[in-house]
């Protein structure tokens, strides 16, 4: 097979990685990718969402199947453009279509969503701007603390929680009047806020069935101890301890199985990866968000630990046979550390040389995420930089052996969270 997967960043290496892998790999092509990305195939200066592009590179050179890897094409529409275009027509695109898509790229939709099959899900209302002044009443009545989303896609930053009426009323009035995440907020979800902890839990689906992958965690905040501001992603865990069989019988029956059901009822067009963000309260889990493709940092724990060829599945997904497959998850626990760049989540600088990145081995690779070659060195070139996975028998050993390989690594500026599942150590 010819396979065009469609990224950047640490998921996307760990997505190549896999696939390269699969015997079905006949060529791999990764647009635009990183200097990880190029260990396992040919990266291509095309951006994701430029379907003029991807349209001509896939008619040229006759590829086989198309990996969105992040949420921006698949709400943009490349499934939809694909079906809709008699020369791409034949070629499985990994994701659901643009309405599907609409799961993460608005959050309004997802609640409506879930209310309509009774997907449990914290209350909520939702406000734009013609209803600003009913949205700022509401906040100042409203129990606290206060949760408040931008509707729409902000990378990961459009989420609030605020503790007083005040700070609320200000966060409200700079995303709606201010546009502070763009269009993204010009509706903003409303939400109560859920006390628990939270998981990450991921399926494979072809429309009709769909297939648990492993669980796992990973930690938003820059700061140890779950402090400052959100981020993409610090670094995660799989499996998750507290995610027993009981647990995810629940997850399954109540928030799985509604979720596909409800998308095939609507007759909504979905064939690739749903993420559930969930939260554990009291015992009971609830939807926080859905996402449309796979997770970055947890990609980075979840691929090492799948023992199934990934092509394999990806085949029985297009095909409309995934209920034949067998999900198969390798004992180890994995754990995933990111480094980033000084300043992120905020303004931080790139070009900075990367040194002392180790070899893959069998207990530990080392995905890129924000880098670029320039001749021999590698070079940082995002907030998010390395992402270090290590696997082994123990949660305590995997998180010793990423951290000791975080301390290897250098670059100016390098930071990381060294407390990376320190809830379960």
């Not at 939270?198 to 297939?211: I, P």
Request: with cysteine; hydrophobic share 40%.
């Amino acid at each position: 097979m010819k396979i065009l997967l469609l990224g950047s960043g640490g998921r996307e290496h760990a997505l190549a990685w896999k696939m390269a892998q699969s015997p079905l790999c006949e060529q791999l092509f990764i647009a635009p990718g990183n200097a990880g990305t190029a260990q396992y195939g040919q990266n291509l200066d095309v951006a994701v969402s430029d379907f003029e592009k991807i349209k001509a590179f896939c008619t040229a050179n006759a590829i086989d199947l198309v990996i969105p890897g992040s949420e921006e094409p698949l709400v943009k529409g490349i499934y939809d453009y694909f079906q809709q275009d008699a020369a791409l027509r034949h070629i499985p695109v990994m994701g659901p279509s643009a309405l599907g898509a609409q799961l993460e790229g608005s959050k309004a939709f997802a609640k409506q969503f879930m209310l309509r099959h009774n997907i449990p899900t914290a209350a909520y209302k939702e406000f734009s701007g013609e209803n600003y002044e009913e949205g700022v009443t509401y906040l100042r009545q409203h129990a606290l603390p206060i949760v408040l989303k931008a509707d729409g896609l902000a990378a990961g930053k459009g989420v609030v929680i605020l503790d007083n009426h005040e700070d609320a009323v200000d966060e409200f009035t700079q995303m709606i009047k201010d546009a502070k995440f763009g269009d993204a907020s010009k509706k903003v979800v409303i939400e109560q806020f859920l006390a628990g902890i939270e998981c990450s839990v991921f399926v494979l689906t072809d429309g009709h069935t769909y297939k648990l992958l492993p669980t796992a965690k990973d930690y938003k905040r820059i700061g140890e101890g779950d402090t400052g501001l959100n981020t993409g992603g610090m670094g995660a865990v799989s499996p998750v301890p507290f995610a027993d069989e009981a647990y995810m019988k629940m997850v399954d029956e109540r928030i799985i199985r509604p979720t596909v059901a409800g998308l095939e009822k609507e007759g909504i067009a979905y064939n690739g990866f749903i993420f559930f963000g969930l939260i554990k309260v009291d015992g009971e889990p609830f939807v926080i968000e859905y996402n449309c493709r796979m997770g970055d940092p947890e990609t980075e724990v979840v691929m090492p630990r799948l023992q199934n060829d990934l092509l394999e599945l990806f085949t029985a997904v297009a095909e409309g046979k995934l209920g034949e497959q067998t999900i198969y998850e390798d004992e180890r626990v994995a754990t995933t550390v990111m480094l980033v760049a000084a300043g992120y989540p905020e303004a931080y600088e790139k070009g900075k040389v990367i040194t002392n990145i180790p070899a893959p081995a069998h207990d530990q690779i080392v995905f890129h995420a924000g880098t670029r070659a320039a001749g021999d060195e590698i070079l940082t070139n995002g907030g998010r930089v390395l992402t270090i996975t290590s696997l082994a028998s123990d949660l305590g050993i995997a998180l010793t052996h990423s951290k000791l390989t975080a301390e290897k690594i250098g670059f100016e500026g390098k930071y990381y969270r060294r407390d990376i599942g320190f809830e379960f150590v």
